[in-house]
């Protein structure tokens, strides 16, 4: 069993910056990859970022450049920095593990990005 605990989100001016965080707890053996994943309203459910036990990332097109997804493998929580946000960022953040073949998710936090 694996319970993950998302960081609060908040409401961030165009141009600014904002961290969240995702701890993982409970029977974790190993987790592989670790992501966060974003839902706007009327909107599917994207990956933005990933990230393996490895150091390897991977980014949606557009927050490349912009967003920088971290791993600290010792506490079990994924980082996830976002510079230069923009109102199209604006969504329900989820955070989202993989552990030993199943998935689990963050209970979400909501990023609003408005002048």
């Known amino acids: 069993q694996v319970q993950l605990v998302e960081s609060r989100g908040g409401l961030v001016q165009p141009g600014g910056s904002l961290r969240l965080s995702c701890a993982a707890s409970g029977s974790i053996f190993s987790i592989a990859a670790m992501g966060w994943y974003r839902q706007a309203p009327g909107k599917q459910r994207e990956l933005v970022a990933g990230?393996?036990?490895?150091?390897?990332?991977n980014y949606a097109d557009s927050v490349k450049g912009r967003f920088t997804i971290s791993r600290d493998n010792a506490k079990n929580t994924v980082y996830l920095q976002m510079n230069s946000l923009k109102p199209e960022d604006t969504a329900v953040y989820y955070c989202?593990?993989?552990?030993?073949?199943?998935?689990?998710w963050g209970q979400g936090t909501q990023v609003t990005v408005s002048s």
């Open positions: 989202n593990a993989l552990h030993m073949g199943h998935m689990y």
């Open positions: 990230i393996i036990s490895g150091g390897n990332t």
